[in-house]
């Protein structure tokens, strides 16, 4: 099989993710994701029917702002 096929059905980089899925990736609590999801400034999220969704770059460019404000360094 052709190896560019193949690239085509390569897993979607993921676009909108719940607070679940942000809590697993950042190892937090849920009750901690809603204090920070609630700060000003904090990406709207978006409903899909009763699904709440955040997009996930929207997300990572907030963070890592308040990271670099805070002097936080990895």
Request: net charge positive; aromatic share 12%; charged share 30%.
């Amino acid at each position: 099989m052709n190896k560019n096929k193949t690239a085509l059905w390569a897993r979607p980089t993921l676009i909108w993710a719940t607070a679940d899925q942000f809590c697993s990736r950042y190892q937090i609590s849920r009750s901690t994701w809603w204090r920070i999801s609630k700060t000003a400034g904090f990406p709207d999220p978006v409903r899909f029917a009763r699904a709440v969704r955040w997009n996930v770059e929207e997300v990572d460019k907030h963070l890592m702002r308040k990271k670099t404000k805070s002097g936080i360094r990895k």
